[in-house]
């Protein structure tokens, strides 16, 4: 199966407010820029849709290795907590609503075509393709200003 990463950033001025995101894609020495916005959003809707739509955008079934500075969106696979808001109904520990329940379905639901694995990393810490997807981020989310 192909080796594909996925690096990816969201951005939000004020929160809610303007936002965007980015996702590069990266198979061997090949490379897609994704990207997009919305005028009232939060940061943590936009840390979803950039891994969302660069999963989206695969043609075929992959190793995906996802790479963010989010740790909304890393824990909730690596601590499981995707798997158990599933369990309960959608619902958190304390059964409150999980929010943005439309994008963690989209997101479980293209979870489960691609082998994914999500690696954390240290925003605005000097990583390449963080700070290009960041950079991006704030471009997309700055045409609503």
């Known amino acids: 199966m192909d080796r594909v990463y996925l690096y990816t950033d969201g951005a939000c001025s004020g929160n809610p407010g303007p936002g965007g995101w980015c996702a590069i894609l990266r198979y061997k020495n090949k490379e897609k820029e994704l990207f997009g916005s919305e005028n009232e959003t939060t ?16 043609k075929r079934k992959c190793d995906v290795t996802v790479i963010s500075d989010s740790k909304y969106v890393c824990d909730a696979v690596n601590e499981g907590w995707l798997k158990n808001w599933k369990k309960r109904g959608w619902k958190k ?18 979870l489960s075509v691609h082998n994914v694995t999500f690696e954390w990393i240290k925003g605005h810490a000097g990583h390449p393709e963080n700070e290009r997807c960041d950079a991006v981020a704030v471009r997309e989310y700055q045409r609503y200003l």
């Open 93 to 110: 520990a304390n059964n409150s609503p999980v929010l943005n329940p439309d994008l963690w379905r989209e997101f479980d639901a293209l």
């Open 43 to 58: 940061n943590n809707r936009m840390e979803l849709t950039a891994v969302i739509e660069g999963l989206k955008a695969l």
